[in-house]
């Protein structure tokens, strides 16, 4: 099983990004998807935003109304789709799936500069 995760980048306060996940030896579409972060200094990765097998979404805290995810299971892919970035939004971030185990993908780095 394969996360591969990209996307991320230098961006300025107000700007938008987009991340994107491929998954590969896995049974994508019967899969939960979901994105975390994991910010400078902190020990833990909190859920950004989360997609079932259906398609029902789930954005979670401070990103509500900026951020949106998808999934496109002909593509075996996740997306991430973050609008006016805040400076508290810079992060590692990595997707996520569940197989009996956890999953992770390698973390794509986002900064925001002020």
């Known amino acids: 099983v394969q996360l591969q995760a990209s996307g991320g980048g230098l961006v300025q306060v107000g700007g938008s990004l987009t991340l994107s996940c491929r998954a590969s030896g896995i049974s994508f579409s019967d899969k939960a998807l979901g994105w975390y972060r994991q910010a400078p200094g902190s020990q833990q990765r909190d859920l950004v935003a989360?997609?079932?097998?259906?398609?029902?979404?789930n954005i979670v805290g401070a990103v509500k109304g900026r951020f949106t995810v998808s999934r496109d299971n002909a593509a075996n892919t996740v997306t991430l789709v973050m609008n006016s970035l805040e400076v508290e939004d810079t992060a590692v971030y990595y997707c996520?799936?569940?197989?009996?185990?956890?999953?992770w993908g390698q973390g794509t780095l986002v900064t925001v500069s002020s």
């Open positions: 989360a997609v079932t097998s259906n398609g029902f979404t």
């Open positions: 996520w799936t569940y197989d009996g185990r956890d999953r």
